[in-house]
């Protein structure tokens, strides 16, 4: 009994906070050890970011007719030891009807399905913590799309192949194909869109942070393109804007290969080919019956108007000058100005407004041609600086409300590229403001959010012209120019000949050179086609037959694609936002689509992840756009932590008094008779004492 | 048995105080080292502006003054070391290097040097001086980003700075994923003046 006394109550106390210190000790030369490494700033070069995922794209292109059939395949291949879930956004050309999307897992192909994207979630999320390999295709904005790879195991590669349908554009006599291949970044130091709390321009959109990198791996973000183009034409012209690329004659057309192998998902792709005929054709039309109704598309084109004297205008000039425009972009944006001040005609008035996070005005009201203006105007371009964020909506507010000024028509020309967060608010103001006032927008830089462009364009009843190249601003500015000199045909009108659903609704001005695209679902074939309308006061009209045998089931997709497009549109002017969800999710579980309410999801039959291994969550980062003068540095550590360590050794003085107070020491003060009053003896020591008259204030 | 007993508590006792006040000395002589060092900094700072660009704070230093940031509504003043390092971090803010042109990106400690960042608001103003330029900021923006999906983008082209610090403000411990970045933009540049009428006059119709 006597031995079990031995621990008494005091030791056992005196042990555990022994072992505490201990504990706090190893805590300290751990979190000592943790910052050592993670301190200091690097600039990251080529190669010079250590991620274990990398991601290389393939993408095989079908061109039949005004139609491209595109599959972007992805490799993900995870090179480090552990399991890993992969993140990677990335855009698609406007318009994209995304229908397909399978993976290849080893020898195994996995094909996906459409569902609500609530429930493609669930899936994934389960398929993910059970092991399987899983896939999630998700769309974010108009053109930013999301896949979400899980359970890629080390040294594994697992490919996944979305495919999907884009209009081919026709202009001028000449078509092309436009596919984007990285974004330009939203997240912009200072940029309003993305600033959270201090303004209140912030973004009413929750923005996707895209990350961006300049470090891609050396085996990493690679691009190889093969293009199929179907054309029964001889072409006077056929050329890519941004790749070299080698040509071959096919049976049916064109093969089209990328020469360098060493390209990279940096700019954006365009392909143009031009026929070689004299006279383009005003209007296309073709069908597709899939036997409950008959699916058509229709283009018009009309011809350049006959020279009428064009009406005097007002031009205001909105030049975007934030941050993201440094570099090349604002160089275009420049020599585009500057050009367009030289096609003003004499009748012409002109303003200028450049804005970053604030918005400036050259003159009060728009000026005539006389040359003190000229050259305010040239200096004032000559000054303009990228500096700071994208704040739009004043800008926009700023030339939509200059005092009106009698007989002149007020055309907007609005030079950006787009990297805003908030574009339903701009779009919304844009249709609310415009009144008589036409909005042209001029894209600018590799990685323009185009979306954004043609939509602004769209309510804003003019139309939208892309410059990618210092020295396409000349043949981009004359274009545009062609358009907004010559009279648009207004108040269009199409005759289907029966009961017809056809997208857009309301079909926007008709302007020279610039086509027109419709898309129908009728009941049964139509004979022929008839689009009136109304050109500078006299009634215009076309007719057209169907082109027989060009039409396919792909019609009844884009007429799909279409629709959706029209009710999502319908949100910016009002619609009810469930009313809308309701009817695109129907929509896009019909036809197979994606859209921002249906995802594409596809699970592996067995798990392949061990139970015990981890996965880890990794965000493939995008390129910097070509040409965007950007580079990338990661934080360095700031924090020294002193605080905690002082707070520590306060812990620490704390264990070491309670011990002083357990110790045989005081116990053996504690044991005498009391003292109080007292006067010390010789064997009591200042801090027995004090430890004594302690425990006597305690008692 | 006994003596034992109490050898081992009176190393225990022993031990627990020597790293009390290990700790404790380590601990405060963070901040001291970073209050101390600007005035060191401070000196080598004033040669510099008399032309002597490579005075270094302390014979030993490996880096150097090379501006001076300033926000006259806090009552701040600090300078700005060269060499974005660890051990730079610990004497004062340091500058980015590298191709930045005047798009500068400065970065503290959040508990020491830079815990002012969490008083500054928009529209606060800020002082960079360096050896050829002074220029003034307005806080436009503060944001806080995640270090393991963000790097920061740096745009030569782009004349504005960048404030950083470890985010929150009041964590005990150091190492974390977060970041506070304060953005500010030139103030009273040409440009703008000249935008809104003060400078250039507006021409009377002729």
Known sequence: MRQKRLLRWQDRALLTLSALLLLLLIFRIETATAQEDQWGLEFQGDGGSQRSLAINTEMQVTITGLVARIDVTQAFRNGGRGWSEAIYRFPLPDGSAVDRMTVQVGTRILVSEIQEKRDARRQYQQAKSSGKVTILLEQQRANQFETRLANIGPNEEITVSISFLARVDYRDGSFSLRIPMTFTPRWDRGAPAILSGFFNETSPVPTVMTVFGTGAGPNDHYLDLNIDLR?????????????????QPSLNGYTIYLADPDTRTDRVFELTWTPDFGTSPESTLMTFDDGDAVYAMLMLAPPLAEAIRPQPREVVFIVDT??????????????????????????????????????????PQSMPLYTPYLLEAEAFIDDLVANGGTNMAPALDMALNLPLQAGLLRQVVFITDGSVGNEGELLLQIGEELRDSRLFTVSIGSAPNSWFMRKAAEIGRGNHTHIGR??????????LWSRIQNPAIKNICVDWGMEAEFYPEIVPDLYAGEPLWLYARLPFQPVEVTICGELEGRP?????????????????????RSKIEALEDSRIFGEDPGFIRDAVTDLALEFGLLTPYTSMVAVDATPSRPQGETLNSEEIPNLLPAGSSATTASFSQTATGWVAQLMLSFITLLIATCMLLLSPLSRKGGARPPMTGEKGSGSINQAERIIVAHRAFLD | MKQTRHWLQAAALFTAAFFSLLYLVSALWIPAKAELAQWLIERSWQQAQQGNENARPWPW??????????????????????????????????????EVGHD????????????????????????VQTLDRTQQYRVIASEIVDSRTAELVIEPGTSRISLVTCYPF?????????????????????????????????????
């Open chain 1, 322 to 363: 934030s941050g993201s425009m440094a570099g090349v972009s604002l160089t275009q944006a420049k020599a585009a100005l500057m050009q367009g001040l030289d096609y003003l005609g004499e009748d012409d008035r002109f303003n200028l407004i450049h804005f970053n996070s604030d918005s400036h005005l050259l003159f």
């Open chain 2, 170 to 206: 009041d964590a005990p411990l150091a190492g974390g994923p977060l970041r506070y970045v304060v953005t500010a933009l030139p103030v009273a540049d040409r440009l703008s003046l000249a935008a809104i009428g003060q400078v250039r006059p507006t021409a009377a119709k002729p």
């Open chain 2, 61 to 98: 230093a490996d880096t150097r003054a090379v501006g001076v940031l300033s926000v006259p509504g806090l009552g701040i003043r600090q300078i700005i070391l060269e060499g974005n390092s660890g051990r730079n971090l610990a004497f004062g803010p340091v500058l980015l290097d590298g």
């Open chain 1, 540 to 560: 215009w009209e076309l007719s057209s037959t169907v082109l027989p045998g060009v039409g396919n089931e792909n019609l009844a997709t884009l007429w799909a």
């Open chain 1, 231 to 247: 054309t029964g034409l001889k072409l006077a012209s056929l050329e890519s804007r941004y790749h070299d690329v080698d040509i």
């Open chain 2, 104 to 127: 500068l990106v400065i970065s503290g400690h959040r508990d020491t040097h830079f815990h002012f960042l969490k008083d500054l608001e928009a529209g606060d103003r800020l002082i």
């Open chain 1, 470 to 479: 210092l020295n396409e601003v000349e043949e981009s500015m004359s274009r």
